[in-house]
């Protein structure tokens, strides 16, 4: 039996709805007694158009001066659901929050402003986001003032705008991806008014510098570029963040070398797909080779990137990374499926055949080269046989390691509208012989390690033993081992004693004083 897709349409009566007042501005509209002030929401249909008009590039101020001080005497909580691109939208909302004056706690009922940082990929995230929700309605009693918000992917859908407008009134604020160098004036409105303030803006609107970012750790998120013109029929993405839009290079490379001067040790290039960088240029051919290579030149010990698309993926990229240096040696390359057919519904443009010649190329000229990857079980459709086909790329290309995911619906998408006929309980089962496939070549790749010295850069102390210490070579193996908790921060060297399938363990052999 097919699975039943959510109905989002009892979310869409406002028969109890009153518009208060309406002009250029936005409406102020009631709903039971709760006054909400629209500047402007979400629109699929908008959101669906990819408009000529140019992006420009902004350097602002992020905080006016008059907007400093609100938030002084003031605590604030971020709680970010989804993927890296999240976790640095994250960043810039502490880095705002920050600027107004707010600092951060983990006690809720200290909590003066509680932002939910949404995802929109899987609808495990959107229903963990609402489980959240009713469990921060008591405190929301307990305590009127706290102002209670939700941003991120979720926010850009329609249908849930409307769900939170009918069924949690209780929340203040509501933002989308492309205005979040807004929040000082929607917390200023929110704050103000007493009213539910919503602002998501369909169109992508333009490329924000000078945002501040507060940074945790010694490794940093850099964005390059935003949004996603890939349109995958699973993939709600290309709607929640609009259109390609690459920052200029001069502004990334600016960003790194600061990193560099600050002590960063590990710098991670982010994009809902890095390797399009600069095809929306009209003025310069720079393209994310040449923006790999002149990183590659900066005086940071290791630069990472996520994610990368195939179809994307040429020999100049292939040649800058065989160049190595701090240009690690572990590629995310997501391949979803091992199906022609399946890929071809799923529109990723790419079929198995040229999936694999890209990782023959890239191991040619990357020998040490690390792959993980991401895989989608129970598409609408797949057969036994086209799973198989999955399994058995999975065992030709040998990955370290993969996320995932049985398929899952998200309303607005192509795939959405495809008969399910996969069987929930037959998804499960091949995710579970998928994973079990992974494993295994998790556990070789492991093995391979034992008796050899790696670089780990040390990221703190193992969860279970203060003794022990966790840190992630180049090739992104977690390493446990024991040590001192100055190490914290640092690059040393230890010696694999003990591959595990999801982490190796091993004994350190020496500090090494790498402080790049």
Request: net charge negative; hydrophobic share 35%.
């Amino acid at each position: 039996m097919a699975k039943e897709t959510k109905d989002y349409s009892k979310y869409f009566d406002f028969s109890d709805a009153r518009v208060i007042s309406e002009d250029e501005h936005g409406k102020k509209i009631r709903i039971r007694g709760r006054d909400i002030q629209i500047l402007s929401e979400p629109n699929h249909r908008m959101e669906k158009q990819r408009g000529k008009e140019d992006v420009q590039v902004l350097y602002e101020n992020a905080v006016p001066d008059e907007l400093k001080g609100i938030g002084n005497g003031k605590h604030y909580i971020v709680y970010t659901f989804g993927c890296q691109m999240n976790e640095h939208d994250t960043e810039t909302i502490k880095g705002l929050l920050e600027l107004m004056g707010y600092r951060a706690t983990e006690d809720r009922k200290v909590a003066d402003i509680i932002l939910l940082n949404t995802c929109a990929i899987r609808e495990n995230a959107e229903d963990k986001v609402f489980g959240e929700l009713g469990h921060l309605k008591g405190l929301k009693t307990e305590k009127p003032n706290l102002l209670l918000g939700v941003c991120g992917c979720m926010s850009q859908e329609e249908g849930v705008v409307k769900r939170i407008l009918q069924k949690h009134g209780f929340v203040d604020l509501i933002f989308g991806t492309h205005n979040i160098h807004r929040l000082p004036h929607l917390i200023q409105e929110a704050l103000f008014s007493k009213e539910m303030v919503v602002e998501v803006w369909s169109k992508e609107g333009d490329i924000i510098e000078n945002l501040p970012k507060k940074r945790e750790g010694m490794r940093a998120w850099v964005n390059i570029m935003y949004g996603c013109d890939k349109f995958c029929t699973y993939c709600i993405v290309p709607f929640t963040r609009g259109k390609e839009r690459s920052r200029r290079p001069e502004d990334v490379i600016a960003e790194v070398r600061e990193l560099a001067r600050q002590g960063y040790k590990e710098v991670t290039l982010l994009g809902q797909n890095v390797n399009a960088y600069g095809k929306d240029f009209t003025d310069i051919n720079y393209t994310f080779a040449h923006l790999m290579d002149d990183i590659r030149q900066i005086d940071i010990p290791r630069v990472r990137f996520m994610t990368s698309h195939p179809r994307d993926f040429d020999d100049a990229l292939i040649d800058v990374l065989a160049k190595g240096g701090n240009l690690v040696e572990h590629i995310h390359l997501p391949v979803q499926s091992g199906s022609s057919e399946v890929l071809k519904k799923m529109s990723r443009k790419y079929s198995r055949e040229h999936y694999l010649e890209l990782v023959r190329k890239i191991k040619v000229k990357i020998p040490n080269v690390v792959l993980t990857t991401d895989i989608i079980v129970g598409f609408p459709g797949e057969t036994e046989e086209q799973f198989e086909d999955t399994l058995s790329l999975v065992r030709e290309v040998g990955f370290d390691s993969a996320y995932t995911f049985v398929y899952s619906s998200r309303e607005g998408t192509p795939a959405a509208v495809m008969e399910d006929n996969v069987q929930m309980e037959e998804k499960k089962a091949r995710l579970a012989r998928l994973n079990d496939t992974i494993n295994e070549f998790s556990r070789v790749s492991n093995e391979e390690q034992r008796g050899q010295i790696v670089e780990v850069l040390v990221e703190g102390e193992s969860k279970n033993n203060t003794n022990v210490l966790s840190g992630r070579t180049r090739s992104n193996k977690l390493v446990h081992f024991e040590g001192g908790a100055e190490l914290i921060g640092t690059f040393v060297q230890v010696e694999i004693t003990d591959p595990m399938t999801w982490y190796i363990k091993g004994n350190l052999v020496e500090q090494t004083a790498k402080l790049a």
